[in-house]
Each structure stands twice: as C-alpha cells, then as structure tokens.
C-alpha cells in the first residue's frame, strides 16, 4: 500500500528533551513538507525539502530542524528551543514540489509535552 | 504577503441546501489553488485543483482572479460532506500555504 507513513501517531515528552518525528514515503515524491495543525490556525509550514539533501524552512521553523538524506525519509526534530511543541504534526509529499503538484498526507502524529 | 483566508471557522448547513465555503487569497503572481478536505478520522486529501477545472463529489470552485476569491460551492450539500475543508495556495517558490479551515457541518 504506497503512501506516507507518519510514526508514532501519539508522542508524549517532557519539557526540556528533543523529539524526532518520523516520516516516510514509498511514493517516489521527491518533494516533502511538515506541517503544524493547531485549531483556529489552519496548517502552518515548518520545513520543506523538494530534493534529496536540501532544505528550505517554512513560516515557523523556530525551534525545529529537518534533515533529508534519503528521498524516502523526512525527520522532523522539536528541539527544546520550541516554546508551544504540543500540537499535531503532519508529514506530506509531492512527486515534484511545483506549483500545481498536490499533496499527499500522513496521518499525523500528536505530540504532547508536559 | 501571500495569504490565504477563510473567513468562516464553521459552517452549518441543512442537508439539501446550498453550500458555498469562501476563500480569498493574496498573491502577486499567477496562482494554483486548491481545496483540501480532512473527513472524521482519516487524513487530510486532496478534492479539488483550479486548474483541473473539474466537480468532485459534487463541489467546484471557479477562480476569480479580479476578487481574488477561490470559493467552494455545492448546490446541494449532502450529510456526507461534513468535514474540515482547507483553501491552500501553492507559489511558484514550491510553498504550500492553507488557510485556517472551515467546518462544514450538514444537518440532516
């Protein structure tokens, strides 16, 4: 079943620790995004990547960090600099990352940090 | 800036009547717009794109470049369509940017 596969779907961490977020993909995309879901405030981009090893940050990428060393695979870390990290993350991916390319998404993982 | 905005949090509808959930975007250039929808436990998909200038499920959406508007418009909602819909712009950068959602709920 090709798609993008988002783990864990729930995270909890205590205030202070980084965290990764997993993302992968077996649809050959070469574009991948992170997306922050809060209520009342829509999707917010953190990061995207539309190649392997490169990178560009989004609208609030204060506090988090990617990497993109394989395609297949989209890391997302919350770093204890994120001063809201509780939120619902999601992971999505593109076949080229132009415009006009839709958007396939993961399932979300929801991370709560206490 | 690029912007987009959806001026309803939700809503609400009886099932058989119109539905039209707005949207309105800034944005110098030329833009590609689409709606997402996100039903009750299942993920965030795609409905529909401007430039495909196709009805799915029923719902379409014409770009108005004059009134900057992409709104979405069914002429007869059906209680299935309840969901979260998603108005998002994509920029020539590879940027994805969405709204804040609207809640569309479909009374029976």
């Known amino acids: 079943d090709g798609g993008i596969t988002q783990s864990p779907k729930y995270l909890f961490r205590k205030e202070g620790q980084n965290v990764t977020l997993s993302c992968e993909q077996n649809l050959n995309h070469d574009a991948m995004y992170w997306y922050r879901q809060d209520p009342g405030q829509g999707l917010r981009l953190i990061y995207y990547?539309?190649?392997?090893?490169?990178?560009q940050k989004g609208d609030i990428a204060e506090g988090y960090s990617v990497s993109r060393e394989k395609k297949e695979s989209f890391p997302l870390t919350v770093t204890s600099a994120q001063k809201n990290p509780t939120a619902f993350y999601l992971c999505?991916?593109?076949?080229?990352?132009?415009?006009?390319?839709?958007?396939?998404f993961g399932n979300g993982t929801r991370l709560t940090v206490t | 800036a690029q912007r987009v905005t959806q001026p309803e949090k939700l809503l609400s509808v009886f099932k058989g009547a119109p539905v039209e959930l707005k949207c309105n975007y800034s944005y110098s250039g030329s833009p590609e717009l689409f709606w997402y929808v996100q039903y009750s436990r299942q993920r965030l998909q795609l409905l529909l794109r401007h430039i495909s200038r196709e009805s799915i499920k029923g719902f379409t959406a014409d770009l108005n470049k004059g009134e900057t508007s992409f709104h979405l418009k069914k002429p007869f909602a059906q209680e299935e369509d309840s969901a979260m819909y998603y108005c998002a712009l994509h920029n020539q950068g590879g940027k994805l940017i969405f709204g804040q959602g609207t809640e569309l709920s479909v009374k029976p």
């Open positions: 999505a991916s593109s076949s080229s990352g132009g415009a006009g390319s839709p958007l396939h």
């Open positions: 990547s539309q190649i392997v090893n490169d990178f």
